[in-house]
């Protein structure tokens, strides 16, 4: 699944989406819950103590023959594994100071079990993602991921955007690689996020950008909205979701065909819509979303 958010040019923030159902990332994560499920306790006893430093139960794997402190029982790859898994699949520096993936992988595989949603918000160059991707090949596990990073554009470097060249980039090449990435896999999109005034959504949210924030706010996969069409259909397992731009002769018998199941038909101008589509509630977009996403 790969799909696209188009943007105005001077969008600043995207996020690469390994996560199929974006509502779940506000369930309830706190500090205790993450506490509770800590896998080694020896690691959690250091954690709760504020006066030792992350980096004090830390081994570098290079030091691990010298090293004396006893309670340091995580051991992980130092900045040079950063550096060289950027040039492995790069061929150059494409990005500065990128974490180790093993570090970020040893302190997922501590503190998330499968099935969780991993989020960064700093994503720089997807190390998070990576790791991720390494549990999985490694333990099978349905973790997923959101990355959300800054375009890093300038007023010098207006073009810049190394959320889609260096942060997505790196999921694709992972993806595509051989040899010791090769059973690195994540299906993801590459959305791209803008601010919209709420009195402007009607015009300035296109088709495809609202289809893709109701296929979300639906949990169904995100997929390509085809504007050559008046209506889109998305026909999933147990929902069907209809984005109906200009009403067609189409509309009502594929409608109809789909009445029994979990249908949710959205349109901007939802009156024009019921009176073709007898009996079927239709939503309205700009009203959905604005409820949806705003507090
Ligand atoms: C220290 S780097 C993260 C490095 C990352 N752990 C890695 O291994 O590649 C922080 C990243 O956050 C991005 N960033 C800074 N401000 C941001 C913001 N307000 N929203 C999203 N990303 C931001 C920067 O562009 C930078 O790429």
Redesign the pocket.
């Known amino acids: 699944m790969l799909s696209k958010m188009p943007a105005s040019d001077n969008a600043q923030?995207c996020h690469v989406d390994h996560s199929i159902a974006p509502a779940q990332t506000t369930r309830g994560k706190g500090h205790t819950w993450v506490k509770s499920r800590w896998k080694n306790p020896s690691l959690l006893g250091q954690f709760s103590v504020a006066i030792n430093t992350l980096s004090s139960w830390i081994t570098p794997r290079n030091e691990l023959d010298t090293s004396s402190d006893e309670f340091a029982s995580l051991v992980t790859g130092t900045n040079d594994e950063?550096a060289k898994t950027i040039k492995d699949l790069f061929g150059e520096k494409a990005?500065n100071?990128?974490?180790p993936p093993s570090l970020?992988r040893e302190l997922l595989r501590q503190a998330t079990s499968p099935g969780d949603l991993v989020l960064?918000?700093?994503?720089?160059?997807?190390?998070?993602a990576q790791a991720v991707m390494e549990l999985t090949a490694e333990d099978g596990s349905d973790r997923r991921f959101i990355m959300?990073?800054?375009t890093?554009a300038t007023a010098d470097a207006p073009d810049k955007n190394?959320c889609r060249d260096v942060t997505a980039e790196r999921i694709r090449r992972l993806n595509a690689a051989d040899g010791k990435y090769a059973d690195l896999a994540a299906e993801f999109a590459y959305l791209r996020t803008r601010e919209i005034d709420f009195e402007d959504l009607d015009y300035d949210l296109t088709p495809g950008q609202a289809w893709s924030a109701l296929e979300a706010l639906h949990g169904l996969p995100l997929t390509t909205y085809d504007s050559s069409r008046g209506w889109n259909g998305h026909d999933g397992d147990e929902t069907v979701l209809v984005l109906v731009d200009t009403p067609d002769s189409t509309l009502p018998d594929w409608v109809s065909a789909r009445s029994g199941r979990n249908l949710f038909v959205y349109a901007w101008a939802p009156g024009q819509v019921e009176a073709m589509l007898a009996g079927i509630d239709v939503l309205p977009v700009r009203q959905t979303l604005v409820s949806r996403f705003i507090a």
């Open positions: 923030q950063g990005f100071y990128a974490k970020v960064d918000f700093f994503a720089g160059s997807a190390t998070t959300v990073s800054s890093e190394l």
